[in-house]
Antibody, heavy 116, light 113 residues
Framework: QVQLVESGGGLVKPGGSLRLSCAAS????????MSWIRQAPGKGLEWVSYISTSSRYSNYADFVKGRFTISRDDAKNSLYLQMNSLRAEDTAVYYC?????????WGQGTLVTVSS | DVVMTQSPLSLPVTLGQPASISCRSS???????????LNWFQQRPGQSPRRLIYKVSNRDSGVPDRFSGSGSGTDFTLKISRVEPEDVGVYYC??????????FGQGTKLEIK
């Protein structure tokens, strides 16, 4: 069955960096667009970024543009999110998601806490 | 940006009774390919979101048939014909037509009266 397992979350100071990873299994990873969606504690869902197949293009929500970079390694069935210049408002659970317009499978999420 | 507005935000329901959640978008969700990318998600307490409905009215595999989606253009509805205990959670609509960014409604919290 489809599995998406995120890792790399943790506590980081404002202005710091973190790299999230997502290990995918149970489907042909290279055939799918992949996304990151986040959820601040007790809040709703918010799109962060997505990447196309073959890494041809990627898109970002305005609030992370220039700070976050999405990437993928199809040989390793893995998705990444490099997060720089982190702010307190970036504190959230970050979900790795298969798909974009119709996101189907979600990981369990990894918590990123930005605090001094 | 397309704004998705759900109502109500809180929905107390008696077991076995129907429930309905409305979702309105600030722009039509009909995409250039003719499809309407409106999804519904359920998030049970402590769990990741789970997709229930895609393209307005298509139920995902394993989703009970008491869940149904309808609507067009800018107005959409999720209905539960008879609420069961396992339906407790937060329900989100999401549009996948317009980027940037794809967007979610604020969420509707369903609880048992």
């Amino acid at each position: 069955q489809v599995q998406l397992v995120e890792s790399g979350g943790g506590l980081v100071k404002p202005g710091g960096s973190l790299r999230l990873s997502c290990a995918a299994s149970g489907f042909t990873f290279s055939d799918y667009y992949m996304s990151w969606i986040r959820q601040a504690p007790g809040k709703g869902l918010e799109w962060v970024s997505y990447i196309s197949t073959s890494s041809r293009y990627s898109n970002y929500a305005d609030f992370v543009k220039g700070r976050f970079t999405i990437s993928r390694d199809d040989a390793k069935n893995s998705l990444y999110l490099q997060m720089n210049s982190l702010r307190a408002e970036d504190t959230a659970v970050y979900y790795c998601v298969r798909g974009t317009r119709e996101p189907l499978n979600w990981g369990q999420g990894t918590l990123v806490t930005v605090s001094s | 940006d397309v704004v998705m507005t759900q109502s109500p935000l809180s929905l107390p329901v008696t077991l076995g009774q129907p429930a309905s959640i409305s979702c309105r978008s600030s722009q039509s969700l009909v995409y250039s390919d003719g499809n309407t990318y409106l999804n519904w998600f359920q998030q049970r307490p402590g769990q990741s979101p789970r997709r229930l409905i895609y393209k307005v009215s298509n139920r995902d595999s394993g989703v009970p048939d008491r869940f149904s989606g309808s609507g067009s253009g800018t107005d959409f509805t999720l209905k539960i014909s008879r609420v069961e205990p396992e339906d407790v959670g937060v329900y989100y609509c999401m549009q996948g037509t317009h980027w940037p960014p794809y967007s979610f409604g604020q969420g509707t919290k369903l609880e048992i009266k």
